[in-house]
């Protein structure tokens, strides 16, 4: 298996068998997170090419602070919330910072998928940023140009509704 740093040097030569590699190694787990975000096929599909056209183009500027593949998700996730427009309030209203209680019903994994992507768009980036992918709201107030507030309140509203959804059956 060719290290990181190897294929980032063969694509940086525009070896089209490092690239190739490249873009399998990571497609898979971008287009989920893409698709998770878009809540839609064909946006996920765009949103996988134009991300990946950026990261050959760019990848010279890749100075390995991260891994590559942390960088290549912010790249999805930057050009996700583009493609949905999304329209993100400050903080829709006040509300205590008590985390939302799932209940004791077993909940099954498709019909948990199928809550997460019927929620609306600004509650559905926060909560896979947060909850799926594992970002902090620093960084997801970093990478979507809000407050930190914003992204706990937007936390907060999407795992009430998702508890509302998924409590009644």
Request: with cysteine; aromatic share 8%.
């Amino acid at each position: 298996m060719t290290s990181e740093s190897e294929l980032i040097a063969d694509c940086l030569l525009n070896d089209r068998t490092a690239q190739r590699l490249l873009y399998d190694r990571y497609k898979k787990s971008m287009y989920t997170l893409a698709f998770r975000i878009t809540a839609d096929f064909d946006d996920a599909n765009d949103v996988l090419q134009d991300s990946f056209l950026e990261v050959f183009r760019h990848l010279d500027q890749f100075r390995g602070e991260a891994t590559l593949g942390a960088w290549i998700k912010k790249i999805v996730v930057r050009k996700s919330t583009k493609k949905k427009r999304l329209v993100i309030w400050e903080n829709i209203e006040d509300h205590d910072q008590e985390s939302v209680n799932w209940g004791d019903s077993e909940i099954n994994a498709a019909h948990l998928e199928t809550a997460i992507l019927s929620l609306p768009d600004g509650f559905r980036t926060i909560f896979v940023l947060a909850e799926v992918e594992g970002y902090t709201h620093k960084e997801i107030a970093s990478m979507m140009n809000i407050s930190e507030g914003t992204s706990k309140s937007q936390l907060f509203h999407a795992k009430r509704k998702l508890r509302s959804m998924l409590t009644s059956k």
